[in-house]
Nanobody, 124 residues
């Protein structure tokens, strides 16, 4: 069992930046960030392979968000720049227990471990 704890959410004006962090209780394989806005389903934001060499981003955040990981510290990060009001959501860190090599999955249901979420609110 892996525990994940997110931090770094908050309120920011449009155009601003935030950095989310996720601390894992044990080593993990692929990891990712997902988000859920009120009244909407949870959606993929960004994922990263265990090695960190492969990353995938949702079209809506491409070029604005950067996912990274530090395996020695067992941490996952999401740098969010040029934030927009439509980025407002609860952001969740997730970890995959399956070995997928350099092909991290973008499907939320494939991830077994989840954090409690951190709120990000972007005001216009």
């Amino acid at each position: 069992q892996v525990q994940l704890v997110e931090s770094g959410g908050g309120l920011v004006q449009a155009g601003g930046s935030l950095r989310l962090s996720c601390a894992a209780s044990a080593s993990t394989r692929a990891m990712g960030w997902f988000r859920q806005a009120p009244g909407k389903e949870r959606e993929f934001v960004a994922v990263i392979s265990w090695s960190g060499r492969t990353t995938y981003y949702a079209d809506s955040v491409m070029g604005r968000f950067t996912i990274s990981r530090d395996n020695a510290k067992k941490t996952l990060s999401l740098q969010m720049n040029s934030l927009k009001p439509e980025d407002t959501a609860v952001y969740y860190c997730a970890a995959d227990k399956n070995l997928r090599g350099e092909r991290p999955t973008r499907v939320a249901n494939d991830y077994e471990y989840w954090g409690q979420g951190t709120q990000v609110t972007v005001s216009s």
